[in-house]
């Protein structure tokens, strides 16, 4: 099976701050990779997928990138609502598998 | 887009239950759909997947005990638990793909309890 490491664990950042949270797969996964919100409470949601596309309705200060092993979701300027916990998922072959996840606060 | 999950509950180990999915606002025929389960406090763990076609695929950990179905006919898909262990314990989500992984819309999820 393919692991997805996840990084960080958690993280605070200010109202407006510019973060970024990792992912690398133990083998090329391709760009077969989505990134998903989940707030406290509710259910995911989709942000990217394909590594880079925008998921219709997210708002634009979320974007992804990466190729091969390693990825990353960058949110551009931190906003309140943004807050809760981030998962990467391969889908690069099955059986499909999530990062740890990456708990987002506003701090 | 709406997915409503329903038949969670609390169940004995060694026990079966089912979980449906109820879908629309879509072709629900056209799509394919996955299971995927959340323990108290934990990760996103996928479990199943039905393609348009029914096309099956399972998760290591619950494949033999667990079956993934549709009806295209009534727009639901379905989770059959069997064998139940405590560690499937965990909501469980039915989320619809516009392509293979990519799960564009969710329900609110099926809370399922194994204990005794």
């Known amino acids: 099976d393919i692991q997805m490491t996840q990084s960080p664990a958690s993280l605070s950042a200010s109202l407006g701050e510019t973060i970024s949270i990792e992912c690398r797969a133990s083998?090329?996964?391709?760009?077969?990779l989505a990134w998903y919100q989940q707030k406290s409470g509710k259910s995911p949601q989709l942000l990217i997928y394909a590594a880079n596309r925008l998921q219709d309705g997210v708002p634009s200060r979320f974007s992804g990138s990466g190729s091969g092993t390693q990825y990353s979701l960058k949110i551009s300027g931190m906003q309140p609502e943004d807050e809760g916990d981030y998962f990467c998922?391969?889908?690069?072959?099955?059986?499909?598998?999530f990062g740890a996840g990456t708990k987002l606060e506003l701090k | 887009v709406q997915l409503v999950e329903s038949g969670g509950g609390l169940v004995q180990p060694g026990k079966s239950l089912k979980l449906s999915c109820s879908a629309s606002g879509f072709t629900f025929s056209s799509y394919g759909m996955h299971w995927i389960r959340q323990a108290p406090g934990k990760g996103l763990d996928w479990v199943a997947y039905i393609s348009s076609s029914s096309g099956t695929v399972y998760a290591d950990a619950v494949k033999g005990r667990f079956t993934i179905s549709r009806d295209n006919a009534k727009n639901t898909l379905y989770l059959q638990l069997n064998s139940l262990k405590s560690e499937d314990t965990a909501i469980y989500y039915c989320?619809?793909?516009?392509?293979?992984?990519?799960?564009?819309?969710w329900g609110q999820g099926a809370s399922v309890t194994v204990s005794s």
């Open positions: 989320a619809s793909s516009m392509y293979y992984y990519v799960m564009d819309a």
């Open positions: 083998e090329d996964i391709y760009s077969n």
């Open positions: 998922l391969q889908g690069s072959k099955f059986p499909y598998t």
